[in-house]
């Protein structure tokens, strides 16, 4: 494997066996390069694998086949080497409630053997970055949601890891301290050349922070690409259709249209179906697509125009829109 990349897997897989003899494969091949100093962002459905994908390179799941790298060294032959180069904030916040920020950051500290003075200043520099300096000798139990999340931000940066691992950082916080996270995760980038990996159910949030995107389905790794890339292959436009009957006569129609650059469908249930149509002009095209629709025996619920985003990238490839789950 080359050794240029933060992050570097090949045909990595994971399979577990349940109790009932059956095998669950959540992994199916997974080929991944994250360069240094890159933002990037995973996306999936629930169950899809991205977060036995982040346990694998965290060193708290193993392979079951493939290999990874994670700054360098092997994730099954160099564990420890892994450890003391990453930093982990969880999905679900993990702190000590009767401990103050303080006690928080410098117990970390002392677990991966920082000396004294070196954990002072991490904690002084830290908690100025994430803004907690104020309440830092307060117990963490009387914090809000958005102060746990910098704090647990700040304890994964305590050891000055090389990539930064973020699981949903910025899950049930209010659209402010969102945007508080998002500026501390640019900051990180841009004055310490610091490699981060999110996984995100925020669409905008992977748009605005992310230099590119993989979007894992099924174990498989299904699109990677800059934003850009992958919404510029959605076409200028977007109509979605939901609509009920057999969509098969209307999709062969119009997948054969010059100006139709992608045609997608997706069940809905009860005989409904969200049709996702790429076109050049969407105003232009609306009404000779709308009058086809119904030619070909649809029943039309709604109708929506809008420029492409990267929910109707994750919704193409994968069938689900990603807040659904």
């Known amino acids: 494997m080359q050794t240029g990349y933060a ?5 990595l897989e994971k399979r577990y066996s349940m109790a009932d003899g059956q095998e669950v494969h959540a992994v199916r091949g997974i080929d991944l390069r994250v360069a240094r100093g890159e933002i990037y962002a995973l996306l999936g459905p629930n169950g899809a694998g991205k977060t036995t994908t982040l346990s694998i390179l965290t060193t708290l799941l193993l392979p079951s086949q493939g290999r990874a ?9 160099h564990p420890a080497q892994v450890r003391r180069r990453i930093g982990v904030t969880f999905q679900e916040v993990v702190l000590d409630q009767e401990l103050t920020g ?22 002084v520099e830290l908690a100025e970055l994430v803004e907690l300096s104020h309440v830092l ?21 305590m ?3 090389e990539v930064l691992f973020l699981d949903e950082p910025t899950q049930g916080l209010d659209p402010q301290n969102r945007a508080h996270i998002w500026d501390y995760v640019r900051r990180l980038r841009a004055e310490q050349g610091l490699t981060l990996v999110l996984t995100t ?15 894992i389905d099924q174990g498989r790794l299904v699109a990677e690409g800059t934003p850009d890339e992958l919404i510029g292959q959605m076409g ?25 650059t992608r045609a997608d469908h997706h069940a809905q249930g009860d005989d409904l179906w969200q049709l996702q149509l790429g076109v050049d002009q969407g105003s232009r095209r609306l009404a000779t697509l709308v009058a086809q629709a119904l030619e070909s025996g649809l029943q039309i619920r709604e109708v929506s125009v809008a420029r492409p985003s990267l929910g109707d990238v994750f919704l193409a490839y994968t069938g689900r829109q990603l807040r659904e789950e």
């Open 7 to 11: 992050i570097e897997t090949q045909g």
């Open 69 to 77: 790298q994670v700054a360098g060294f092997d994730v099954v032959t």
């Open 102 to 123: 303080r006690q928080i950051l410098d117990f970390h500290g002392r677990l991966y053997g920082l000396a004294t003075a070196e954990r002072h200043r991490r904690i």
């Open 137 to 157: 000798d307060r117990r963490s139990g009387t914090y809000s949601g958005g102060m746990k999340r910098r704090l647990e931000l700040a304890r994964g940066l």
């Open 159 to 161: 050891t000055a890891p």
């Open 201 to 215: 159910h925020y669409m905008e949030e992977a748009e605005a922070l992310a230099d590119r995107v993989g979007i």
């Open 236 to 260: 200028a436009d977007m109509i979605h259709i939901l609509a009920a009957g057999d969509p098969a006569a209307f999709l062969a129609q119009v997948q054969g249209l010059p100006f139709v």
